[in-house]
Protein backbone atom coordinates (compact mmCIF):
# COMPACT_ATOMS: atom_id res chain seq x y z
CA UNK A 1 0.00 0.00 0.00
CA UNK A 2 1.08 3.47 -0.81
CA UNK A 3 0.16 6.95 0.95
CA UNK A 4 -1.81 8.70 -1.73
CA UNK A 5 -2.76 11.84 0.18
CA UNK A 6 -2.33 13.41 4.06
CA UNK A 7 -5.48 14.74 4.73
CA UNK A 8 -5.32 16.02 8.08
CA UNK A 9 -2.26 17.28 9.63
CA UNK A 10 -1.82 17.80 13.33
CA UNK A 11 -2.93 20.80 13.79
CA UNK A 12 -6.02 20.56 11.59
CA UNK A 13 -6.85 17.15 13.35
CA UNK A 14 -6.67 18.72 16.93
CA UNK A 15 -8.73 21.75 15.31
CA UNK A 16 -11.33 19.45 14.15
CA UNK A 17 -11.41 17.47 17.84
CA UNK A 18 -12.65 21.02 19.23
CA UNK A 19 -15.39 21.97 17.08
CA UNK A 20 -16.44 18.94 17.68
CA UNK A 21 -16.08 19.04 21.13
CA UNK A 22 -18.54 22.52 21.27
CA UNK A 23 -20.69 20.59 18.64
CA UNK A 24 -21.13 18.28 21.63
CA UNK A 25 -21.66 20.71 24.04
CA UNK A 26 -24.37 22.78 21.80
CA UNK A 27 -26.27 19.83 21.15
CA UNK A 28 -26.32 18.52 24.57
CA UNK A 29 -26.83 22.33 26.34
CA UNK A 30 -23.63 21.59 28.14
CA UNK A 31 -21.97 18.28 29.88
CA UNK A 32 -25.14 17.39 32.18
CA UNK A 33 -25.56 14.18 32.17
CA UNK A 34 -22.99 13.88 29.26
CA UNK A 35 -20.53 10.85 28.49
CA UNK A 36 -18.25 9.30 25.99
CA UNK A 37 -17.51 6.20 25.10
CA UNK A 38 -14.64 5.52 23.20
CA UNK A 39 -14.40 2.06 20.62
CA UNK A 40 -10.92 0.21 20.71
CA UNK A 41 -8.56 1.41 19.64
CA UNK A 42 -8.36 4.59 18.46
CA UNK A 43 -11.86 5.78 19.56
CA UNK A 44 -10.73 5.47 22.97
CA UNK A 45 -8.20 8.15 22.58
CA UNK A 46 -9.66 10.12 20.60
CA UNK A 47 -12.45 10.19 23.15
CA UNK A 48 -9.98 11.06 25.64
CA UNK A 49 -8.93 13.98 23.68
CA UNK A 50 -12.37 15.55 23.28
CA UNK A 51 -12.98 14.74 26.97
CA UNK A 52 -10.33 17.15 27.50
CA UNK A 53 -11.23 20.09 25.23
CA UNK A 54 -14.57 19.81 27.19
CA UNK A 55 -13.36 20.18 30.08
CA UNK A 56 -11.42 22.94 28.92
CA UNK A 57 -14.47 24.90 27.51
CA UNK A 58 -16.57 24.09 30.30
CA UNK A 59 -14.15 23.20 33.37
CA UNK A 60 -15.75 20.15 33.87
CA UNK A 61 -14.41 16.57 33.70
CA UNK A 62 -17.10 13.99 32.02
CA UNK A 63 -16.50 10.67 31.89
CA UNK A 64 -15.15 8.49 29.56
CA UNK A 65 -15.58 5.04 28.77
CA UNK A 66 -13.73 2.04 26.78
CA UNK A 67 -15.80 -0.02 24.48
CA UNK A 68 -14.52 -3.34 23.15
CA UNK A 69 -16.89 -4.38 20.15
CA UNK A 70 -14.85 -7.99 19.35
CA UNK A 71 -17.36 -10.01 20.06
CA UNK A 72 -20.08 -8.09 18.53
CA UNK A 73 -18.74 -8.40 15.46
CA UNK A 74 -20.40 -9.70 12.50
CA UNK A 75 -17.29 -10.75 11.18
CA UNK A 76 -15.86 -12.29 13.90
CA UNK A 77 -15.13 -15.44 12.44
CA UNK A 78 -13.25 -13.66 9.39
CA UNK A 79 -10.31 -11.71 11.35
CA UNK A 80 -9.21 -14.93 13.37
CA UNK A 81 -9.81 -17.98 14.52
CA UNK A 82 -8.75 -17.08 17.96
CA UNK A 83 -9.71 -13.16 18.21
CA UNK A 84 -7.99 -11.29 20.80
CA UNK A 85 -10.91 -9.63 23.13
CA UNK A 86 -10.02 -6.99 25.21
CA UNK A 87 -12.06 -5.57 28.58
CA UNK A 88 -14.68 -3.21 28.17
CA UNK A 89 -13.57 -0.53 30.79
CA UNK A 90 -16.74 1.43 31.78
CA UNK A 91 -16.80 2.58 35.58
CA UNK A 92 -19.69 4.37 35.08
CA UNK A 93 -23.81 3.97 35.00
CA UNK A 94 -24.92 4.79 31.53
CA UNK A 95 -28.78 4.55 32.32
CA UNK A 96 -30.27 7.30 30.90
CA UNK A 97 -27.32 9.63 29.99
CA UNK A 98 -26.76 10.88 26.53
CA UNK A 99 -23.61 9.14 25.36
CA UNK A 100 -21.50 9.90 22.14
CA UNK A 101 -19.73 6.80 21.12
CA UNK A 102 -16.47 8.11 19.65
CA UNK A 103 -14.86 6.59 16.69
CA UNK A 104 -11.98 7.10 14.31
CA UNK A 105 -13.43 6.20 11.50
CA UNK A 106 -16.94 5.86 9.94
CA UNK A 107 -16.79 3.58 6.78
CA UNK A 108 -19.33 0.81 6.26
CA UNK A 109 -21.49 1.34 9.87
CA UNK A 110 -20.86 -2.38 10.59
CA UNK A 111 -18.63 -0.78 13.77
CA UNK A 112 -21.20 0.76 14.96
CA UNK A 113 -23.85 -1.12 14.73
CA UNK A 114 -21.68 -3.72 16.84
CA UNK A 115 -21.00 -1.09 19.02
CA UNK A 116 -24.27 -0.38 19.85
CA UNK A 117 -25.04 -3.77 20.63
CA UNK A 118 -22.48 -3.99 22.82
CA UNK A 119 -23.73 -0.47 24.82
CA UNK A 120 -27.07 -1.24 25.07
CA UNK A 121 -25.83 -4.42 27.12
CA UNK A 122 -24.54 -2.32 29.97
CA UNK A 123 -27.79 -0.07 30.16
CA UNK A 124 -30.55 1.68 28.60
CA UNK A 125 -29.03 5.72 27.42
CA UNK A 126 -31.56 8.61 27.14
CA UNK A 127 -29.72 9.04 23.96
CA UNK A 128 -26.77 7.36 21.95
CA UNK A 129 -25.06 9.95 19.63
CA UNK A 130 -22.33 9.04 17.07
CA UNK A 131 -18.70 11.54 16.99
CA UNK A 132 -16.39 10.28 14.43
CA UNK A 133 -12.87 12.14 13.29
CA UNK A 134 -13.97 11.01 9.63
CA UNK A 135 -16.61 9.73 7.74
CA UNK A 136 -15.58 8.29 4.19
CA UNK A 137 -18.89 7.27 3.25
CA UNK A 138 -19.85 3.72 1.33
CA UNK A 139 -22.56 2.89 3.92
CA UNK A 140 -24.01 -0.57 3.97
CA UNK A 141 -26.24 -0.08 7.12
CA UNK A 142 -28.30 2.80 8.01
CA UNK A 143 -25.88 4.88 10.35
CA UNK A 144 -25.61 8.45 10.47
CA UNK A 145 -22.75 10.32 12.71
CA UNK A 146 -23.90 13.66 14.20
CA UNK A 147 -20.37 14.77 14.56
CA UNK A 148 -18.31 14.51 11.95
CA UNK A 149 -14.07 16.17 12.04
CA UNK A 150 -13.92 15.88 8.03
CA UNK A 151 -16.20 14.17 5.69
CA UNK A 152 -14.10 12.34 3.29
CA UNK A 153 -15.38 11.25 -0.24
CA UNK A 154 -13.47 7.34 -1.44
CA UNK A 155 -12.97 5.33 -4.19
CA UNK A 156 -13.57 1.34 -2.25
CA UNK A 157 -9.63 0.18 -3.43
CA UNK A 158 -8.25 3.54 -0.82
CA UNK A 159 -7.98 2.77 3.32
CA UNK A 160 -8.19 5.85 5.17
CA UNK A 161 -5.56 5.45 7.80
CA UNK A 162 -5.94 7.41 10.72
CA UNK A 163 -2.30 7.70 13.18
CA UNK A 164 -2.73 9.17 16.51
CA UNK A 165 0.41 10.05 18.68
CA UNK A 166 -1.12 7.43 21.31
CA UNK A 167 -0.49 4.42 19.37
CA UNK A 168 1.10 5.68 16.40
CA UNK A 169 3.83 8.58 17.04
CA UNK A 170 2.15 10.99 15.04
CA UNK A 171 -1.22 12.69 14.32
CA UNK A 172 -2.16 12.59 11.13
CA UNK A 173 -5.15 11.40 8.56
CA UNK A 174 -3.82 9.68 5.51
CA UNK A 175 -5.57 8.04 2.06
CA UNK A 176 -3.42 4.94 1.26
CA UNK A 177 -3.86 2.95 -2.40
CA UNK A 178 -4.30 -0.67 -1.96
CA UNK A 179 -2.34 -2.65 -4.21
Not at 39 to 61: H, P, S, T
Not at 81 to 95: N, S
Request: hydrophobic fraction near 40%; charged fraction near 30%; charge should be negative.
Amino acid sequence: MKEKAKLLDKDTLNRSLMRVAHEILEKNKGTKDLSLVGIRNRGVYLAKRLADYIGQIEKVRIPVGILDITLYRDDLTLIAAQPVVHKTEIDFDITDKNIVLVDDVLYTGRTIRAALDALVDLGRPKSIQLAVLVDRGHRELPIRAEYVGKNIPTSQNETVEVHLVEVDGSDEVVIVEKE
